[in-house]
């Protein structure tokens, strides 16, 4: 069974840094792309940032590109989620998802995600 878990979530002042973890299981990493998304109070859930499966492209949305970093880690089955200088305007629920598809490469959308991971929430202070 194809699950995720995000962690890492906390509290922390604007310009502070933190790392989320996305840890799988029921399936390895490099076989699916893994996306982060997060949802703002109010707002709708948003793409920020993927890795892809075949050749470990990274894409970032615009809002988090030059701050946070996607990384994986095959040996532990996890993707990282380096989130530097952060802003009050990154206080969201962040989630890790995947479409679940071998040899996927970060095209997907929110609709096409099959697996998602239960959130963890980052509050940046100001």
Request: charged share 20%.
């Amino acid at each position: 069974e194809v699950q995720l878990q995000a962690s890492g979530g906390g509290l922390v002042q604007a310009g502070g840094s933190l790392r989320l973890s996305c840890v799988a299981s029921g399936f390895t990493v490099d076989n699916y792309d893994i996306v982060w998304f997060r949802q703002a109070p109010g707002k709708e859930r948003e793409g920020i940032s993927c890795i892809s499966s075949s050749d470990s492209m990274t894409y970032y949305h615009d809002s988090v590109k030059g701050r946070f970093a996607i990384s994986r880690d095959n040996a532990k089955n996890r993707v990282y989620l380096q989130m530097n200088s952060l802003k009050p305007e990154d206080t969201a629920v962040y989630f890790c998802a995947t479409e679940g598809l071998e040899g996927s490469d970060c095209s997907g959308t929110r609709s096409d995600m099959n697996y998602w991971g239960k959130g963890t929430l980052v509050t940046v202070s100001s």
